[in-house]
């Protein structure tokens, strides 16, 4: 069997944490197969990168080029598919982050790859587990052909444990043909000192009902009280309340917590598919029909205005 | 300007699933245009257009695969202003994103469009990978996940921000190019061709509806129905669903009377704070 190679995300810093659960999908997948685990590290400056991820794989490719700094698919997808080839793998995953599900099926075009998206179980060499339907499936699936494609569900796997001595090669980069396209900015969110939604331990989310984005203050007085992520359904992101990268759902982010707060959200189906892996649920919402109840572990029949502050109180004061 | 849309039916995904036999039974589903591809409609029909209501310039081509049925999604998608559309005949529930990929590719290769608008996943399959693949086979720019598009005067190029788990990206690309479409499209002021609609141009917050005018227009509208065999394309999906299964069901908790029942249990009982 052919190795197994990673698509490693990274910053300045290192892997970014968002690609540990593929490192890990990828160990599970090699383990399987028989095949190494490999890594590709892509983008300018990437050295300290490339040196975090031979933490993790026995071999780490690296395509460092002033060329690549932006992370577009037209000029990355290239590099994945040389890597492919120049690590002999018979698979090819990635977290499926935006960077991930924009890039990996554009490289699995070029590889002439079936590919699975969003896998929550490595089942065989080329078998998965996956939600469809907005979660309310699960589909078993299996991919032809002799290199499978897979972006993996950040929440579905754990992060990857540090421990590998992994070889550093960095590979001469040939033509880069942006075909036109090009990176103008990037408007990143305020940065906050809180967790990623993805890799949070606490979220606390707010949905239509919370009304004005002004009344998110109390919401995220809650969140940092937990040291949690801040969320939001579609209905409040959609009605400008928050930004729309704090949506939680299945056009939006899925997060799994142990502790997932869900204030003035009814509940609907998209809402529910990106948060029901979450370890304990809580609803509070006024209306005690909502669907939202029909998932939660503790619901507390409540209006926001009353219950968050008192919230806030109690938590205070078992915090001592 | 010529823009090719996709358009999926889905099963209505309001509607709960029945499972049997490791299968979802589908034959009493009602049908609807895949969400995204409405708004991706709604895109494609906004670039050829000076504002709402507004003079035309262009030709919006809707494209969609499956059995004679999907017609009628198709005749909405003609109502709200699709110029005309091809039905591409297949068994639309055995194919996989590699599959629509090529026969994508094989139109877009027939009527050589400027522009393909697709929704960025259907809401059924939840893939994510048709406007990508098919980018890559074309070897053409891509630019996914769109918040809001504007062509450029010269109708080469187009400025678009991306939803990116980051914040939002500002990426400019060249035509022609594939353009997958995200919930924030529908925006007022989110899409405009710059030769063709000025800054202050706007549309209604949502997807059109069909008028009674646009449902007679499509009646008179050109549906083509193209074989596979015509197109020369080979459907044979690479990745085959083997068996559908329900989630694990989550039971309902309990409902707790106070805030302060509320933190005992999260603190003594599931120990999570």
């Given at each position: 069997?052919?190795?197994?190679?990673?698509?490693?995300?990274?910053?300045?810093?290192?892997?970014?944490?968002?690609?540990?659960?593929?490192?890990?999908?990828?160990?599970?997948?090699?383990?399987?197969?028989?095949?190494?685990?490999?890594?590709?590290?892509?983008?300018?400056?990437?050295?300290?990168?490339?040196?975090?991820?031979?933490?993790?794989?026995?071999?780490?490719?690296?395509?460092?080029?002033?060329?690549?700094?932006?992370?577009?698919?037209?000029?990355?997808?290239?590099?994945?598919?040389?890597?492919?080839?120049?690590?002999?793998?018979?698979?090819?995953?990635?977290?499926?982050?935006?960077?991930?599900?924009?890039?990996?099926?554009?490289?699995?075009?070029?590889?002439?790859?079936?590919?699975?998206?969003?896998?929550?179980?490595?089942?065989?060499?080329?078998?998965?587990?996956?939600?469809?339907?907005?979660?309310?499936?699960?589909?078993?699936?299996?991919?032809?052909?002799?290199?499978?494609?897979?972006?993996?569900?950040?929440?579905?796997?754990?992060?990857?444990?540090?421990?590998?001595?992994?070889?550093?090669?960095?590979?001469?980069?040939?033509?880069?043909?942006?075909?036109?396209?090009?990176?103008?900015?990037?408007?990143?969110?305020?940065?906050?000192?809180?967790?990623?939604?993805?890799?949070?331990?606490?979220?606390?989310?707010?949905?239509?009902?919370?009304?004005?984005?002004?009344?998110?203050?109390?919401?995220?007085?809650?969140?940092?009280?937990?040291?949690?992520?801040?969320?939001?359904?579609?209905?409040?992101?959609?009605?400008?309340?928050?930004?729309?990268?704090?949506?939680?759902?299945?056009?939006?982010?899925?997060?799994?917590?142990?502790?997932?707060?869900?204030?003035?959200?009814?509940?609907?189906?998209?809402?529910?598919?990106?948060?029901?892996?979450?370890?304990?649920?809580?609803?509070?919402?006024?209306?005690?029909?909502?669907?939202?109840?029909?998932?939660?572990?503790?619901?507390?029949?409540?209006?926001?205005?009353?219950?968050?502050?008192?919230?806030?109180?109690?938590?205070?004061?078992?915090?001592? | 300007?010529?823009?090719?849309?996709?358009c999926?039916r889905?099963?209505?995904?309001?509607?709960?699933?029945?499972?049997?036999?490791?299968?979802?039974?589908?034959?009493?589903?009602?049908w609807q245009l895949?969400?995204?591809?409405?708004?991706?409609?709604?895109?494609?029909?906004?670039?050829?257009?000076?504002?709402?209501?507004?003079?035309?310039?262009?030709?919006?081509?809707?494209?969609s695969?499956?059995?004679?049925d999907v017609q009628q999604q198709l005749r909405g998608v003609?109502?709200?202003?699709?110029?005309?559309?091809?039905?591409?005949?297949?068994?639309?529930?055995?194919?996989?994103?590699?599959?629509?990929?090529?026969?994508?590719?094989?139109?877009?290769?027939?009527?050589?469009?400027?522009?393909?608008?697709?929704?960025?996943?259907?809401?059924?399959?939840?893939?994510?990978?048709?406007?990508?693949?098919?980018?890559?086979?074309?070897?053409?720019?891509?630019?996914?996940?769109?918040?809001?598009?504007?062509?450029?005067?010269?109708?080469?190029?187009?400025?678009?921000?991306?939803?990116?788990?980051?914040?939002?990206?500002?990426?400019?690309?060249?035509?022609?190019?594939?353009?997958?479409?995200?919930?924030?499209?529908?925006?007022?002021?989110?899409?405009?061709?710059?030769?063709?609609?000025?800054?202050?141009?706007?549309?209604?917050?949502?997807?059109?509806?069909?008028?009674?005018?646009?449902?007679?227009?499509?009646?008179?509208?050109?549906?083509?129905?193209?074989?596979?065999?015509?197109?020369?394309?080979?459907?044979?999906?690479?990745?085959?669903?083997?068996?559908?299964?329900?989630?694990?069901?989550?039971?309902?908790?309990?409902?707790?009377?106070?805030?302060?029942?509320?933190?005992?249990?999260?603190?003594?009982?599931?120990?999570?704070?």
């Amino acid at each position: 069997m052919g190795a197994v190679l990673v698509f490693c995300e990274s910053d300045d810093k290192g892997v970014r944490s968002a690609s540990l659960p593929a490192l890990s999908a990828g160990a599970a997948l090699a383990k399987l197969t028989g095949g190494d685990l490999a890594a590709v590290v892509i983008g300018k400056g990437v050295a300290a990168a490339a040196a975090d991820a031979a933490k993790y794989a026995k071999r780490v490719l690296v395509y460092d080029d002033a060329k690549l700094e932006a992370p577009l698919a037209e000029t990355w997808a290239p590099q994945l598919a040389d890597a492919v080839k120049r690590a002999g793998a018979s698979a090819l995953l990635g977290t499926a982050s935006s960077t991930g599900k924009d890039i990996l099926p554009r490289a699995a075009a070029l590889l002439g790859a079936g590919m699975a998206s969003d896998i929550t179980a490595v089942l065989a060499a080329n078998r998965f587990k996956r939600p469809a339907y907005a979660g309310n499936a699960i589909e078993e699936i299996e991919v032809g052909g002799s290199v499978v494609v897979a972006s993996v569900r950040q929440t579905a796997f754990p992060p990857a444990a540090a421990g590998a001595a992994g070889a550093v090669e960095n590979v001469a980069v040939g033509a880069v043909d942006a075909l036109g396209a090009e990176l103008v900015a990037l408007h990143a969110t305020q940065k906050s000192a809180r967790p990623d939604l993805g890799e949070a331990k606490v979220v606390v989310s707010g949905g239509r009902g919370m009304r004005e984005g002004k009344n998110f203050a109390v919401l995220e007085e809650l969140t940092d009280l937990l040291g949690g992520a801040l969320g939001a359904s579609r209905a409040a992101c959609d009605a400008g309340m928050v930004p729309n990268d704090l949506q939680v759902g299945q056009t939006g982010r899925v997060v799994a917590p142990q502790l997932y707060i869900a204030v003035a959200i009814s509940g609907a189906i998209q809402h529910l598919a990106g948060m029901k892996g979450s370890k304990v649920i809580v609803a509070i919402n006024k209306n005690p029909d909502e669907p939202i109840f029909q998932v939660a572990d503790y619901g507390l029949v409540d209006t926001w205005e009353k219950a968050i502050p008192a919230l806030i109180a109690e938590v205070n004061k078992l915090k001592g | 300007m010529k823009i090719l849309v996709t358009c999926k039916r889905v099963p209505n995904p309001e509607h709960k699933l029945k499972f049997g036999g490791g299968k979802i039974d589908l034959a009493s589903a009602s049908w609807q245009l895949n969400t995204f591809d409405e708004y991706a409609v709604e895109t494609a029909l906004r670039l050829t257009e000076a504002g709402k209501g507004g003079a035309r310039s262009g030709e919006v081509v809707a494209l969609s695969i499956g059995p004679k049925d999907v017609q009628q999604q198709l005749r909405g998608v003609l109502a709200m202003g699709a110029d005309r559309a091809i039905l591409v005949g297949g068994d639309d529930g055995a194919l996989d994103a590699w599959a629509v990929a090529r026969i994508v590719k094989a139109v877009v290769e027939r009527e050589k469009p400027d522009l393909v608008v697709l929704g960025k996943q259907a809401v059924d399959g939840d893939s994510n990978q048709v406007g990508q693949i098919l980018a890559g086979l074309l070897g053409w720019p891509q630019a996914t996940f769109l918040a809001s598009m504007r062509l450029a005067a010269d109708g080469k190029s187009a400025t678009v921000t991306r939803e990116v788990d980051a914040g939002v990206e500002e990426k400019r690309v060249r035509l022609p190019a594939v353009v997958t479409v995200d919930l924030r499209i529908i925006g007022k002021k989110a899409v405009r061709a710059e030769g063709l609609a000025g800054a202050d141009a706007e549309w209604d917050e949502s997807p059109r509806y069909a008028s009674l005018k646009g449902i007679m227009a499509a009646k008179k509208k050109e549906i083509k129905d193209v074989t596979l065999a015509e197109l020369g394309v080979d459907a044979a999906p690479t990745m085959k669903v083997n068996a559908y299964e329900a989630p694990p069901q989550r039971q309902a908790g309990v409902k707790v009377a106070s805030v302060e029942e509320l933190v005992a249990k999260l603190h003594n009982e599931a120990k999570v704070i």
